[in-house]
């Protein structure tokens, strides 16, 4: 860098002194630095340097130098020493010979077995004499029952059938359609002819006829009828995980066809299920059964089903 046309001459001396500094090599500028050290102290010192503080030199390369060598040098030679003594008097310690030993390891026998002295044998126990078993007397013969007499008890196909003049309760003779106490033994009842032209019985031992009519003929009825279907609402728990179910209830309907009452018949294992289902009941409404065109009371039992839908 070329010096300004403002900058002085020793300014100029100084920066080419710089520049010829920069380029020497690196022991020379060390020695440099040191010998500018050894003036700035020798400038700053208040008493003047005596010939033996001037002799030594701590910034002096070639003293310290030998110092250190001369430091090294009796390391050396104190562990050489050390070496030297310790050898000595491991082999002055060493045996001359060495004396073999032999080791024998010997296995104790097995012990025998302790003896087992057999089992005493248990004394006998002393025998008695047995006495007699006692004599038994010999038992009576059970007593024979009489043969209990054979109840002819029921309902006789004939009565039910149309075209005669009442039921009849019991097959036999009997008292005016009562069953009676005992009945009589089938042989020995008496054949009676039945049909309008059979005899009136008369006696206490009169026999019941067949009946002459239904009593449902002639006699229309009608079944109750939903006005509007109604569905039971699914569950939503049950729903989302998808199970089904069936609940099968009986409801009482009256004359005007509301729902008074309901009785669940079959159930299922969630109760959601089975409370839809009564709640549903109950909002039923029914045009009432009739006998005849005259409105009754009437029981109906159905099933709810609880379906999912297929998409």
Do not use: C, W
Not at 116 to 144: M, S, T
Not at 230 to 239: S, V, W
Not at 291 to 308: A, E, H, I, Q
Request: glycine share 6%.
């Amino acid at each position: 860098m070329e010096p300004s046309v403002h900058s002085s001459p020793a300014e100029a001396r100084r920066r080419a002194g710089r520049r010829l500094a920069a380029r020497r090599p690196l022991v020379v500028r060390k020695q440099l630095s040191r010998n500018a050290a050894r003036r700035r102290i020798a400038t700053r010192a208040a008493t003047p340097l005596t010939a033996s503080q001037r002799a030594f030199d701590p910034l002096h390369r070639t003293k310290r130098l030998v110092a250190l060598a001369l430091t090294i040098a009796a390391s050396l030679l104190v562990h050489a020493a050390v070496v030297v003594v310790g050898s000595a008097l491991r082999d002055g310690q060493r045996p001359t010979a060495r004396d073999e030993v032999k080791i024998e390891m010997r296995q104790r026998p097995p012990e025998p077995p302790p003896e087992q002295k057999p089992p005493e044998p248990e004394p006998e126990p002393e025998k008695k004499a047995a006495a007699p078993p006692p004599k038994l007397a010999k038992a009576p013969p059970p007593p024979v029952e009489a043969p209990k007499p054979v109840r002819v008890i029921g309902l006789s196909m004939e009565s039910t059938t149309e075209g005669g003049s009442g039921p009849s309760f019991a097959v036999g003779n009997t008292r005016l359609g009562e069953t009676a106490e005992k009945a009589v033994a089938p042989k020995d009842v008496s054949a009676v002819p039945a049909g309008p032209a059979a005899p009136a019985p008369t006696g206490p031992a009169r026999s019941n006829r067949a009946a002459s009519h239904i009593p449902v003929a002639g006699v229309t009825y009608t079944l109750p009828k939903r006005k509007r279907p109604q569905e039971p609402p699914f569950p939503a728990t049950l729903k989302t995980q998808g199970i089904e179910g069936d609940v099968t209830v009986m409801v009482s309907i009256d004359e005007t066809g509301h729902v008074t009452s309901v009785k669940i018949l079959k159930e299922t294992p969630y109760p959601e299920f089975t409370e839809a289902a009564r709640a549903t009941a109950l909002a039923e409404e029914f045009e009432p059964a009739t006998r005849d065109g005259v409105p009754m009371k009437y029981t109906l039992s159905f099933t709810y089903r609880f379906r999912l839908e297929e998409e």
